[in-house]
Antibody
């Protein structure tokens, strides 16, 4: 059974990059079934899709974040990653990784990232 | 843009609840519903507009295509009170609705 787990620092300083990793277990990260995806949720607000990657050959990003976002896959480590540059307080959120096929059927538990000096 | 209505729905247990979502352009049937409880990740309820995800009770049903979609919960149980989000995955960028909070009346 596919499981996802986010990891990364819980506190990031303004203007610095945010880096998170999602570890895939119980299934293959090389699966042709999934776009590996990142979603975030600011405190008390709704869900915002950040970006998705298929293998390392097809990536899509939210236009509102595109200039600052990179999503990548490391098949040897069974992980995919999110990098968000030049963060501000507006990037404070719970960050989720998820597998996208027909809908996002598996989600990580989420990791809280706070941007503060 | 995905627009959900109402923003908040107050319903008594045992009663039917109907949640709506409208897309600003057709998304065909590439559409999903999610349930989120406080402190938890969202859970996929419905994909392809009307297909229940694994383990989702039969009281949850989805309908619609194109631009108008509905989630119906036939007889509300206490565990169903949560926030519900719609999502289109027909076209990039993937977009979510703003959510409907289903609360106990």
């Amino acid at each position: 059974q596919l499981q996802l787990q986010e990891s990364g620092p819980g506190l990031v300083k303004p203007s610095e990059p945010l880096s998170l990793t999602c570890t895939v277990s119980g299934g293959s990260i090389s699966s042709s079934h999934y776009y590996w995806s990142w979603i975030r949720q600011p405190p008390g607000k709704g869900l915002e899709w950040i970006g998705s990657i298929y293998y390392n050959v097809d990536t899509h990003y939210n236009p509102s974040l595109k200039s600052r976002v990179t999503v990548s896959v490391d098949t040897s480590k069974k992980q995919f990653s999110l990098r968000l540059s030049s963060v501000t307080a507006a990037d404070t959120a719970v960050y989720y990784c998820a597998s996208l096929s027909y809908g996002m059927d598996v989600w990580g538990q989420g990791t809280t990232v706070t941007v503060s000096s | 843009v995905m627009t959900q209505s109402p923003a908040t729905l107050s319903v008594s247990p045992g009663v039917r609840a109907t949640l709506s979502c409208r897309a600003s352009q057709s998304v065909s049937s590439n559409f999903a519903w999610y349930q989120q409880k406080p402190g938890q990740a969202p859970r996929l309820l419905i994909s392809n507009a009307s297909t229940r995800a694994t383990g989702i009770p039969a009281r949850f049903s989805g309908s619609g295509s194109g631009t108008e979609f509905t989630l119906t919960i036939s007889s509300l149980q206490s565990e169903d009170f949560a926030v519900y989000y719609c999502q289109q995955y027909n076209k990039w960028p993937i977009t979510f609705g703003q959510g409907t909070r289903l609360e106990i009346k």
